[in-house]
């Protein structure tokens, strides 16, 4: 099993940046591929970004493309995102996930966090 715990979330205010952690424990993810999702209030929840095993390749949300950055240390066990230039509409609840194949992933995962609010006023 793996547990993902994400931290870094917050009150910000428009045009500030932030950077999410994703630690994950029971077990090595250095294999799997990583994403972040988001949930805002009464929406389903999104898509964000995604990062392959090696960190090879990435791919983002065309909303978010141009101001976000996935990243990870795989000896640290940790995937990041950090969030530049952040708009009102980027608030939400940010889901780390872990998915057992290593290539980019949109959608399903096995494994996720319990999430990290970030609340971005205007």
């Known amino acids: 099993q793996v547990q993902l715990v994400e931290s870094g979330g917050g009150l910000v205010q428009a045009g500030d940046s932030l950077r999410l952690s994703c630690a994950a424990s029971?077990?090595?993810?250095?294999?799997?591929?990583m994403g972040w999702f988001r949930q805002a209030p009464g929406e389903e929840r999104e898509f964000v970004a995604s990062i392959t095993w090696g960190g090879g390749s990435t791919a983002y949300a065309d909303s978010v493309k141009g101001r976000f950055a996935i990243s990870r240390d795989n000896a640290k066990n940790t995937v990041y995102l950090q969030m530049n230039s952040l708009k009102p509409e980027d608030t939400a609840v940010y889901y780390c996930a872990a998915n057992v194949i290593g290539t980019i992933f949109t959608r399903k995962a096995q494994y996720w966090g319990q999430g990290t609010q970030v609340t971005v006023s205007s």
């Open positions: 029971g077990r090595s993810v250095s294999s799997y591929a």
